[in-house]
């Protein structure tokens, strides 16, 4: 039961993230709106303080994640490795999303179909769980129908069934899905990168406004005072 706590309290982690992300953005929305309608520089000076710590922030990320391209990966492998092990066939919603990404991606697996031998999904339960990569102590094992390679048609069904030993049937696809998966993210890396760019160059024009329009009421209340 540790491994499923740990992940349970992980994604409580980025539940509360995305939360206070939320709340953030709309604190800085709040204070843009109303800075400018009232024209008051504190408001809009706080406004240029979250975007700016914002644009910090994601320029970080992204040098951080530049940094770490192979620790990155690694993460991405286990944490789907993970979610297969502990939360296929009993989380509803993961196993619809990996059946997708399995279908869709032509893939098995986070690094391939022997991650399935370690899963609950085949009885293995957290004491018989070995080191990601590494077949389980299970004699045999079965794939999801979403590692079918469709040109096989109904033939994969019998296929499903593997040996631990035994050298996986052409029937299933033998690519993992973190591999599958981070190599799509790199062939459409210039459109992510573009719209990463587009949202900095926002963020940096309403940096620019929030002080100009800060500068011009600061002027107004000089003028009428």
């Given at each position: 039961m540790a491994p499923v706590t740990q992940d349970i309290e992980g994604y409580n982690y980025v539940l509360y993230f995305l939360m206070a992300v939320g709340a953030v953005m709309f604190i800085m929305g709040f204070l843009g709106c109303c800075g400018a309608f009232q024209e008051?520089?504190?408001m809009l000076a706080t406004f240029f303080a979250l975007v700016f710590v914002l644009f910090i922030g994601q320029i970080?990320?992204?040098i951080w994640l530049k940094s770490n391209e192979e620790r990155f990966k690694k993460l991405a492998e286990e944490s789907m490795a993970k979610?297969?092990?502990?939360?296929?066939?009993y989380n509803d919603l993961k196993t619809q999303a990996f059946d997708v990404i399995q279908s869709e991606l032509q893939c098995c697996g986070s690094m391939g179909p022997t991650d399935w031998a370690d899963a609950r999904f085949n009885g293995a339960n957290d004491g018989n769980a070995v080191d990601i990569g590494i077949a389980g102590k299970l004699d045999s094992y079965s794939t999801p129908a979403s590692c079918c390679n469709t040109a096989y048609?109904?033939?994969?069904?019998?296929a499903r069934k593997l040996l631990i030993s035994a050298t996986v049937p052409k029937a299933i696809y033998t690519d993992g899905c973190a591999k599958?998966?981070?190599?799509l993210i790199e062939t459409y890396s210039y459109e992510l990168l573009a719209v990463v760019g587009a949202i900095l160059l926002i963020e940096?024009?309403?940096m620019i406004f929030s002080m100009v329009l800060c500068c011009t009421v600061r002027r107004i209340d000089h003028v009428k005072a």
């Open positions: 008051s520089q504190c970080g990320a992204g979610a297969i092990q502990h939360d296929y066939g048609g109904s033939g994969c069904d019998a599958k998966m981070l190599k940096v024009l309403a």
